[in-house]
């Protein structure tokens, strides 16, 4: 009963107000509070009611409207991204015949106009699969940037009597443009990155999935085999996609509760240590003092070697040292390793 006596009001308002919408009434001053509590309730209830208009215009869009924009209505006006998106829908989709036609003319006339309408009409193609990797880069232009580069070489490329279109071509070459973009650019501080690595990247993911799909436990070894690289390579590649091998600052705390020490404390000082640095210059000090009386005791060719390898600033190297005496470069070897020994033995007393 109380269910009864709570929506009995609403539909008797809703009654109401509905003729004061469709003719209004000059109302008098006197009135005009009642008239506003009114049309403030009847407005709070169709606020509840959906609006039919605008859920059949949303179902009418065309589906390209929608694959432009994934998660775009949130930005700003004046942010480029939203005017790159704005741009890019003034080129219009090419028709099948219209296509090849443009391809024709690029391949056969070698037509610059023709590639570049080719490269227009596809360029919404590259913002939908460029947002597909937007989490793992957070700068969407350049991955567009990427892609378009992609895109200018499958139109390149594209053979249109193979039977496929355009768009299906040139999403391979615009994926894998961004992809090796991603790979170059994944880690701060850049490793070096075999070619192993590359088919890591690509299809690690991929096949993990399908092994865990068909009920095995895709372990590092059964990875390794089915993508035919090296279990190191495979434990490398996880821990680079997953958090643990992103890059850590040295002045980040080992306790993050305490703080205190961090990991620039405890890496190891590789300067010299006050005792080392005492004893080498003792013992310059000391060759110094006896390097002429030692020269007087070494022949020619000695003493040639000793300047030219031993003592000088820019050292030469074995063969040119061999080649400016008229010597084989084993020869010269000897020649140095027996003045590097006549040395120890002269300085061993004074030591």
């Given at each position: 009963m109380k269910r009864k006596i709570l929506t009995q009001p609403k539909k008797e308002s809703r009654a109401k107000t509905k003729p004061r919408a469709l003719e209004p009434e000059v109302l008098?001053?006197?009135?005009?509070?009642?008239?506003?509590?009114?049309?403030?309730?009847?407005?709070?209830?169709?606020?509840?009611?959906?609006?039919?208009t605008e859920a059949t215009s949303s179902e009418n869009l065309p589906a390209q409207a929608h694959t432009l924009e994934p998660e775009v209505a949130a930005i700003s006006p004046t942010d480029p991204l939203r005017r790159y998106l704005d741009e890019v829908r003034r080129y219009p989709l090419l028709e099948p015949e219209e296509e090849f036609r443009l391809v024709s003319k690029l391949k056969n006339e070698g037509d610059?106009?023709?590639?570049?309408?080719?490269?227009?009409?596809?360029?919404?193609?590259?913002?939908?699969?460029?947002?597909?990797?937007?989490?793992?880069?957070?700068?969407?232009?350049?991955?567009?940037?990427?892609?378009?580069?992609?895109?200018?070489?499958?139109?390149?490329?594209?053979?249109?009597?193979?039977?496929?279109?355009?768009?299906?071509?040139?999403?391979?070459?615009?994926?894998?443009?961004?992809l090796k973009y991603l790979l170059d650019n994944f880690r701060l501080v850049k490793v070096g990155t075999t070619q192993a690595q590359k088919k890591l990247f690509y299809h690690l993911m991929r096949e993990k999935e399908r092994l865990e799909a068909q009920g095995l436990l895709a372990g590092p070894k059964l990875l390794a085999e089915k993508l035919n690289v090296r279990e190191k390579d495979v434990i490398e590649m996880e821990q680079r996609l997953s958090g643990r091998g992103a890059e850590m600052s040295l002045d980040t705390p080992i306790d993050a509760d305490s703080g205190g020490t961090s990991h620039m404390d405890l890496m190891a000082d590789d300067h010299e240590g006050a005792d080392e640095s005492l004893a080498r210059n003792q013992l310059l000090?000391?060759?110094?003092?006896?390097?002429?009386?030692?020269?007087?005791?070494?022949?020619?060719?000695?003493?040639?070697?000793?300047?030219?390898?031993?003592?000088?600033?820019?050292?030469?190297?074995?063969?040119?040292?061999?080649?400016?005496?008229?010597?084989?470069?084993?020869?010269?070897?000897?020649?140095?390793?027996?003045?590097?020994?006549?040395?120890?033995?002269?300085?061993?007393?004074h030591l």
């Open positions: 008098p001053a006197d009135t005009e509070d009642q008239e506003n509590e009114d049309s403030e309730d009847s407005n709070e209830e169709e606020d509840l009611e959906p609006d039919d610059m106009q023709a590639a570049r309408a080719l490269v227009s009409a596809n360029l919404r193609l590259v913002v939908k699969i460029a947002f597909e990797y937007r989490s793992m880069y957070s700068n969407v232009l350049d991955l567009i940037q990427e892609g378009n580069i992609g895109l200018m070489k499958a139109v390149s490329k594209f053979d249109p009597t193979k039977g496929a279109r355009l768009s299906y071509y040139s999403s391979w070459w615009i994926r894998s443009y961004i000090s000391l060759l110094k003092e006896k390097l002429p009386e030692f020269q007087k005791k070494l022949n020619e060719k000695e003493l040639k070697i000793l300047q030219a390898r031993l003592l000088s600033d820019e050292p030469k190297t074995l063969q040119e040292v061999a080649d400016l005496y008229g010597l084989t470069r084993e020869r010269a070897r000897q020649i140095e390793s027996k003045v590097i020994t006549k040395l120890k033995e002269f300085l061993a007393p």
